[in-house]
């Protein structure tokens, strides 16, 4: 049964950097991975979507990454902003399953 | 488009009392997804529908709880009875294909049980 772990579980950096929110999964065995953000109180907002066969994607000042073969994702987002403050959530999508969400991590980004 | 709308936006009800929340999925989505959120267990799939068929439902917690979709535009998932530990908010998501399109999701409904 697949597994989503993601780490550190919050977050608080100064305005403008950059920086790397991690998520771990333990099949590999994967159709793609989802990057979301969450704002309190309100739903889930698709970031970015990595399909298997892929390496990274990219929108803006957001990049995922995907190794496979190590059950890892990264999300970087650069040049930091107090608007990207939201939990962020990472979902797996494996064969024989629907998706599985990790459990976030919450940024807070200082003005 | 009018995304994944979701009502009610928040419930309260004693005890024992039918719940029922809603969802209209975005136009033309054939995937129809109910999550339920908690702060102890995070976002787990209670259920999902294609082409308005129950696909799995192994998700679901108890056989106090049932999910129908009578049409494409829209959904119901249903408590009764409720009880205390089914406070949560639950989330209804849409996606046009499965494997390769990203999921959109409603604001949820947040739910009290007293």
């Known amino acids: 049964k697949q597994e989503v772990t993601q780490i550190p579980a919050a977050l608080s950096v100064p305005e403008g950097e950059n920086l790397v929110l991690n998520c771990s999964f333990t099949?590999?065995?994967?159709?793609?991975l989802q990057w979301f953000r969450q704002d309190p109180g309100k739903g889930l907002t698709s970031l970015l979507l990595?399909?298997?066969?892929?390496r990274e994607q990219t929108s803006g000042r957001l990049n995922a990454s995907l190794d496979k073969s190590s059950g890892r994702s990264t999300l970087y987002i650069a040049a930091s902003q107090p608007g990207d403050s939201a939990t962020y959530l990472c979902?797996?999508?494996?064969?024989?399953?629907?998706?599985?969400f990790g459990p976030g991590t919450r940024l807070s980004v200082l003005p | 488009d009018a995304g994944v709308i979701q009502s009610p936006r928040h419930e309260v009800t004693e005890m024992g009392q039918e719940v029922t929340l809603r969802c209209k999925p975005i136009?033309?989505?054939?995937?129809l997804f109910w999550y339920r959120q908690t702060m102890m267990r995070g976002l787990e799939l209670l259920i999902y529908?294609?082409?308005?068929?129950?696909?799995?439902d192994s998700g679901m917690p108890e056989d106090r709880f049932s999910a129908k979709m009578p049409n494409a535009s829209f959904s119901t998932l249903k408590i009764q009875p409720s009880e205390p530990r089914d406070s949560a908010v639950y989330f209804c998501?849409?996606?046009?294909?499965?494997?390769?399109?990203?999921?959109?999701f409603g604001d949820g409904t947040r739910l009290s049980i007293l």
């Open positions: 998501a849409s996606s046009s294909g499965q494997n390769n399109q990203p999921q959109h």
């Open positions: 099949d590999s065995a994967i159709y793609n």
């Open positions: 990595i399909q298997s066969s892929q």
């Open positions: 979902a797996v999508k494996s064969h024989g399953q629907n998706f599985v």
């Open positions: 136009s033309g989505h054939d995937y």
């Open positions: 529908f294609n082409n308005n068929v129950p696909i799995d």
